[in-house]
Nanobody, 126 residues
């Protein structure tokens, strides 16, 4: 069974940086397109960033462009979300997700993903 475990969340000040990690079980991680989503309290889950199987293609939500970076290390079965210039509105639970089918595309819709991590809390103080 595929398992995804997020880590690296916590409390930071406005303007600070934080790196989230998502470690995947199994040897098939290198075939999974991956994504990051977030869900603030009382809101729907929203897209943050996504990356293709190879890591050569990636996309970002408008509200994180220029501030967040997604990258992956397939040898470590890990995908990362580097968050810079954090704002209070970035406060949310962040989830990583994996899609079973290998692809040179990235996916921005939550329905495209087959596996989800448990979430990591990110809180940005004003």
């Amino acid at each position: 069974q595929v398992q995804l475990v997020e880590s690296g969340g916590g409390l930071v000040q406005t303007g600070g940086s934080l790196r989230l990690s998502c470690a995947a079980s199994g040897s098939t991680f290198s075939t999974y397109p991956m994504g990051w989503f977030r869900q603030a309290s009382g809101t729907d889950r929203e897209f943050v960033a996504a990356i293709s199987t190879s890591g050569r293609n990636a996309g970002f939500a408008d509200y994180v462009k220029g501030r967040f970076t997604i990258f992956r290390d397939n040898a470590k079965n890990t995908v990362y979300l580097e968050m810079n210039s954090l704002k209070p509105e970035d406060t949310a639970v962040y989830y990583c997700a994996a899609r079973d089918e290998a692809s040179n595309s990235y996916y921005i819709s939550a329905i495209s993903y087959d596996h989800w991590g448990q979430g990591a809390q990110v809180t940005v103080s004003s």
